[in-house]
């Protein structure tokens, strides 16, 4: 079975870090770009950051650029998202999403984990 | 970045009744547009992409249309199970963004 399941998340304070991992199962996980979209409390989807299949380009949203980093170990079939400086708008449920091809980059999200909750707070 | 605008927020719909959600992109996205839905708690699972083509395994009751900065998903005749939030999604630019979503409730 195709399967995303995330973990990592929890309590942190302000200025804190995290790492979010991903792991994949079901699938060849290095042929595929990978993404993570986090959900706010009662909010919408926001798109947060995105790896190619190599791990050779990485992309990241506004938001979020110079305080999170997207990675992968091809070799573990898991996905990374190393997050410091943590606000207290960075609470949100996390969730690692399956790209439908190895580059494509802009693209829709054909699968995804269930999520962990990151929750920043003092 | 593109901003993307659903309509209604909010929708209130019986079984059977004919559905249609609209979302409005502030400049062309041509055809890269996607929906998903999904139900609390859970994650979200892909409808339609490039506007109108539709996901393997989802009912054919769900279609979607639209070019540009206009898009519409249909479902034609709404079931128990398709209550639930709606998003649409971009994917024209290296920061794509959803919709703020739709959500369908029981009349």
């Known amino acids: 079975e195709v399967q995303l399941l995330e973990s990592g998340g929890g309590l942190v304070q302000p200025g804190g870090s995290l790492r979010l991992s991903c792991v994949a199962s079901?699938?060849?996980?290095?042929?595929?770009?990978m993404s993570w979209v986090r959900q706010a409390p009662g909010k919408g989807l926001e798109w947060v950051s995105s790896?190619?299949?190599?791990?050779?380009?990485?992309y990241y949203a506004d938001s979020v650029r110079g305080r999170f980093t997207i990675s992968r170990d091809n070799s573990e079939n898991t996905l990374y998202l190393q997050m410091n400086s943590l606000r207290v708008e960075d609470t949100a449920v996390y969730h690692c999403?399956?790209?439908?091809?190895?580059?494509?980059?802009?693209?829709?999200?054909?699968?995804w984990g269930q999520g962990t909750t990151v929750t920043v707070s003092s | 970045d593109i901003q993307m605008t659903q309509s209604p927020s909010t929708l209130s719909a019986s079984v059977g009744d004919r559905v249609t959600i609209t979302c409005r992109a502030s400049?062309?996205?041509?055809?890269?547009l996607a929906w998903y839905q999904q139900k609390p708690g859970k994650a979200p699972k892909l409808l339609i992409y490039?506007?109108?083509s539709l996901e393997s395994g989802v009912p054919s009751r769900f279609s979607g249309s639209g070019s540009g900065t206009e898009f519409t998903l249909t479902i034609s005749s709404l079931q128990p199970d398709d209550f639930a939030t709606y998003y649409c999604q971009h994917y024209n630019s290296y920061s794509p963004t959803f919709g703020q979503g739709t959500k369908v409730e029981i009349k």
């Open positions: 079901g699938f060849t996980f290095s042929n595929y770009a």
């Open positions: 790896i190619v299949g190599s791990g050779g380009s990485l």
């Open positions: 999403a399956k790209h439908p091809a190895p580059y494509e980059i802009l693209t829709y999200y054909p699968l």
């Open positions: 490039k506007a109108s």
């Open positions: 400049q062309s996205v041509s055809s890269w």
